[in-house]
């Protein structure tokens, strides 16, 4: 909603400029993970997946890199434009369990 | 198009009155959840139902019921027992039981108490 981002971590990032956005993870059982993007007033939106096999994923314009050894997920989101201004979170999936969010990184593209 | 609809998008509600807020997909999913989601927090499961006429508490069901006489609709009720039920509801849907996937969301749905 309009105030999800509210008390989130906050990234701004100049327009064109690349983007980082970080995240822990809890679970080292976890075998699946997703990153999301939620606009304000908006449901969250896939952006992209990765399993605990791969270390890389590429997307367009996005990357998810995993390091399983120390439980970190990253999203890189190239050539920022104004339309990626959101919410981004993580969700990763313990085993067979249902996945767990975490409470996410607002993102503020300076044009 | 296929998706999922919540309704309404904005509800006000008086203290003590139980709401209903629908939630209806059309991407033949067997799975199906509702969240709910506050300020700076992430989402936390409230009921899911992996199948028809079955569902199962999440982390926070207390104050809430939910019904899934059809494989399309997952209506959650916000009951009066619940003691802070102002929040953005989302709904989500995904192919397989469980987590097997990616969750599609609807819209969400904001819920104010007056």
């Known amino acids: 909603g309009e105030s999800v981002g509210l008390h989130l971590p906050t990234l701004s990032v100049q327009e064109g400029d690349n983007s980082i956005i970080n995240c822990a993870y809890s679970n080292s059982a976890s075998d699946y993970f997703i990153w999301y993007k939620q606009e304000s007033g908006k449901g969250p939106q896939f952006i992209i997946d990765i399993r605990s096999n791969m270390d890389k994923r590429q997307g367009q314009r996005v990357t998810v890199l995993l390091n399983k050894t120390v439980k970190h997920l990253s999203l890189q989101i190239a050539a920022t434009q104004p339309g990626d201004s959101a919410v981004y979170f993580c969700?990763?999936?313990?085993?067979?369990?249902?996945?767990?969010f975490g409470k996410g990184n607002q993102v503020v593209v300076i044009p | 198009d296929g998706g999922i609809t919540q309704s309404p998008k904005y509800l006000f509600r008086k203290e003590g009155q139980n709401v209903t807020l629908s939630c209806e997909q059309n991407?033949?999913?067997?799975?199906m959840y509702w969240y709910r989601q506050d300020p700076g927090q992430g989402l936390r499961l409230i009921y899911y139902?992996?199948?028809?006429?079955?569902?199962q508490k999440g982390d926070i069901a207390e104050g809430y019921s939910v019904s899934r006489e059809k494989k399309e609709s997952f209506p959650l009720t916000v009951t009066s027992a619940q003691k802070n039920p102002t929040a953005f509801y989302l709904c989500?849907?995904?192919?397989?039981?469980?987590?097997?996937?990616?969750?599609?969301f609807g819209e969400g749905s904001r819920l104010t108490v007056l």
């Open positions: 969700a990763e999936r313990p085993g067979n369990n249902r996945l767990a």
């Open positions: 989500a849907s995904s192919r397989g039981q469980g987590a097997t996937g990616e969750l599609f």
């Open positions: 991407l033949n999913h067997d799975a």
């Open positions: 139902s992996q199948i028809v006429n079955d569902f």
